[in-house]
């Protein structure tokens, strides 16, 4: 298994710093916004990129977390076997400017499930992506509103992205096996 990092702890830093600008900038100001955080890793990108837009506009945003389990489409189909796990989102977010935030981008469909739970709570002004990483091959029409980083890859690699909130240390790395075979 080859592997290469491709963000290290002090680019992850500045392109959250840099996503939560863009996302002030699009929205002019924080007047409206909630954030949230696809479980798990979502979650803390969207801690981070709160607690930046309040360091630079010095407004709190409130934080959310969802859960995509249960509106997976690889449920039904006996492909999944995750664990349900808490939906977290203890405001409104009608009428709200909602960012919805991931680590990585890929083919759209945790995005899709996501705006599924997110329509479950209320029906936002409207829904913007952030991402830390879009790795492209997209399998639906989604794109995100503000990338960290886009990150080319093939079929056969994935692309890890670890935070010191779960994984002890902060670093994307991109990992690829030579055996394995283009889908």
């Not at 990108?45 to 509106?71: C, H, M, N, Q, S």
């Not at 997209?138 to 990150?151: Q, S, T, V």
């Amino acid at each position: 298994m080859n592997s290469r990092e491709v963000m290290n702890a002090n680019e992850i830093v500045r392109a959250i710093t840099r996503v939560a600008h863009e996302v002030l900038e699009k929205n002019k100001g924080a007047h409206d916004l909630v954030i949230v955080g696809i479980r798990t890793r979502g979650v803390y990108l969207a801690e981070r990129l709160a607690a930046k837009i309040k360091e630079i506009e010095g407004e709190t945003i409130p934080v959310g977390i969802i859960d995509i389990t249960l509106y997976r489409d690889d449920i039904k189909s006996g492909l999944s076997s995750h664990v349900v796990k808490k939906t977290e989102i203890p405001f409104s977010i009608s009428d709200k400017k909602v960012i919805l935030v991931d680590d990585v981008l890929y083919t759209g469909r945790s995005i899709r499930s996501a705006i599924d739970g997110l329509i479950d709570f209320g029906r936002p002004a409207n829904i913007q992506l952030a991402v830390l990483v879009d790795r492209g091959h997209r399998e639906l029409p989604i794109r995100a509103d503000f990338i960290g980083k886009n990150i080319p890859t093939s079929y056969n690699e994935s692309v890890k992205v670890m935070l010191r909130e779960e994984d002890g240390a902060d670093r994307v790395v991109v990992e690829g096996d030579d055996k394995q075979i283009k889908k």
